[in-house]
């Protein structure tokens, strides 16, 4: 199957046609071509080992296969219908041809199938859209890490002991392995769809990438505290679950009363989940686009809130566990504000350098390690003036203009330690003073060889007395081993609001906050419409939030494939075709009759 036939199918071919009854017809090429999507991926073969390793009792014997149900599922993400078991019952008995039923290996039913609500159609159909619903269900099952009960509002007590009975057949280490499951199917629906994108193309990507995390509102009402109580978290404090109790309360604040609310700002809140997106950035944010912005990873949906570092990092292990390159990672401040065990040193430890954005609480003096001091995200000499390290807290208070701000950071700059040599492959690097030999950067008393270097240095630093009677160990030494840990939360490889650090981030968080409007647009992938995934559940959510992350790469590449020269170097764009000469062609040339100056005749 060739990249053309994925990305630009002829009008004859169209993924989709509408007939004059208002239902959807799909032709048999654009089946076979997402039959090939799932042919290359090995979602089928890893469950049925799944199905082989469940201890249940066989039951009835399937009518049609796994296989035929995930390319009804994608059938329906491409085409933008609700992910409903009744549109898939329906893709399947109505919108494709009875060959392509023949050739997935669904029966064909005993009377034709016809549109309209399943309440009013025969049993026939009925019985039908049962055998798809059983079947997703089945899938579901295997890969279902809650012990939570759906589809019913239960009382504290009715809701604990449903949770009680469904532990005594799922242990711990069962749910983590539906966790794994889960978490590997949905990763691997992205990468399928990662690889109709040509190799070629694909290749110009060297590994950045943004992270985020978006609120995917759920198909049931809140969970109902007891009276007095205002958290959702604690199962002591709710009296009536929701149907769907896996999701959580997302609560949004936005304008003056963001920490206060006394302030007069807004508040929203609605039922939902959290999909961490990481999304695939520009390496060089000055250049056009060389590939489309794709969504690379994502873990399961969790409540809102919930774990940010960790789950981020679980989308970051399955992109380096897929064989992804690994380069810059820019993600908001509740990325910074993690633990950094649960997010700073894994993604440090799969290769990626983080991009982080400071909130007033970050700024100035954060830390310390043999003297050197840690300033927003970079290691000082300890003789920095104060105005410079309190250059970002003056200009946030607004005590200073920016020009002023601008130039202080580039003073502090000149006093950053210097590495004196790589980090080892277990994060340890040795770090020296500006001031220190080899190449002095700086000219200090208590590097008295620093100031014979005439002309070499960039600041002349002044220690104070206290520093000069009890100097500290980066002043005596020649350098300082540093390892992952010190101050591993708030480290970054850029200068905080330098040129370089501004092009990063903010290309990559537009990239990704992009990307979530995208996805939610009402008249595509309609993810913020939960009345279009009304399956409850954390299992079936996580596999449509997927299948929809597919149809969004899937519109994204067919989008840049058709303006991709392929010929004219990374990321050009194919000319616009235009009508009629360009002014240019109108330039008038210059002669010597135009510009001669006029002059009356004499006698």
Not at 586 to 593: I, V
Request: aromatic share 8%; glycine share 8%; charged share 25%.
């Amino acid at each position: 199957m060739t990249v053309d036939a994925v990305v630009a199918p002829t009008e004859r071919d169209a993924e989709v046609v509408t007939l004059s009854t208002g239902a959807r017809r799909f032709h048999d090429s654009q089946v076979r071509k997402v039959a090939g999507w799932v042919d290359a991926s090995p979602l089928i073969e890893r469950v049925e080992s799944w199905k082989r390793e469940a201890s249940k009792a066989a039951g009835r014997p399937e009518t049609f296969p796994l296989r035929a149900l995930l390319i009804v599922m994608l059938l329906g993400a491409i085409s933008h219908q609700p992910l409903l078991a009744s549109t898939f019952t329906e893709i399947m008995f109505l919108q494709i041809s009875p060959t392509m039923r023949a050739e997935l290996g669904i029966p064909e039913p005993q009377t034709p199938y016809s549109t309209g609500s399943v309440g009013h159609k025969s049993r026939e159909h009925k019985a039908l859209y049962r055998n798809v619903r059983t079947r997703l269900k089945g899938l579901l099952a295997l890969m279902d890490p809650s012990p939570l009960p759906k589809d019913r509002r239960l009382d504290h007590d009715a809701f604990a002991l449903a949770v009680a009975q469904r532990r005594q057949v799922l242990c711990n280490e069962d749910l983590a392995l539906r966790y794994d499951r889960l978490s590997w199917f949905v990763n691997e629906l992205i990468e399928a769809s990662l690889r109709l994108l040509p190799r070629h193309i694909w290749r110009r990507w060297l590994g950045s990438v943004a992270v985020d995390a978006t609120a995917v509102r759920a198909f049931a009402r809140p969970s109902r505290p007891r009276h007095g109580q205002k958290r959702w978290s604690a199962q002591d404090h709710i009296e009536i679950f929701s149907a769907d109790a896996d999701a959580g309360m997302y609560i949004r604040k936005s304008g003056a009363g963001t920490d206060d609310d006394a302030l007069g700002g807004t508040r929203k809140s609605w039922w939902a989940y959290e999909a961490t997106f990481v999304i695939a950035g520009s390496d060089d944010p000055g250049t056009p686009a060389a590939f489309p912005n794709l969504i690379v990873g994502m873990p399961p949906l969790h409540p809102p809130g919930r774990e940010p570092g960790l789950n981020a990092v679980r989308a970051l292990r399955s992109i380096h566990d897929r064989g992804h390159p690994r380069g810059w990672l820019a993600g908001d401040r509740a990325y910074t504000d993690a633990q950094p065990g649960n997010f700073a040193l894994p993604a440090r430890a799969l290769g990626y350098r983080p991009v982080l954005d400071y909130a007033e609480d970050h700024l100035g003096i954060k830390g310390e390690h043999g003297g050197f001091l840690f300033i927003e995200g970079a290691w000082y000499c300890p003789a920095i003036p104060t105005a410079l390290v309190n250059a970002s807290i003056d200009f946030a208070n607004k005590t200073i203009d920016e020009p002023t701000y601008r130039a202080r950071l580039a003073e502090r700059w000149r006093h950053v330690a210097v590495a004196k040599a790589a980090e080892d492959a277990q994060g340890f690097g040795r770090w020296r003073c500006p001031a220190a030999e080899p190449h002095p950067l700086a000219a200090c008393p208590l590097k008295p060889a620093s100031q014979r270097h005439d002309g070499q240095v960039r600041v002349s630093i002044r220690p104070s007395g206290p520093l000069k009677a009890n100097p500290p160990r980066c002043c005596t030494q020649g350098s300082v081993t540093m390892g992952p840990e010190p101050m591993a939360k708030l480290r970054q490889d850029l200068f905080f609001q330098s040129a370089e650090w501004n092009d990063r981030y903010h290309t990559l968080r537009a990239t990704i906050e992009g990307m979530n409007g995208y996805l939610k647009d009402g008249a595509r992938e309609a993810l913020d419409d939960p009345q279009r995934r009304r399956i409850r559940g954390v299992a079936a959510q996580s596999l449509f939030v997927a299948l929809l992350v597919f149809a969004g790469n899937y519109r994204k590449i067919q989008e840049f494939m058709k303006l991709e020269t392929g010929d004219d170097g990374p990321g050009r764009r194919r000319p616009r075709r235009r009508l009629g000469k360009p002014i240019s062609d109108w330039y008038p040339e210059p002669t010597s009759e135009l510009h001669r100056p006029k002059t009356s005749d004499s006698t």
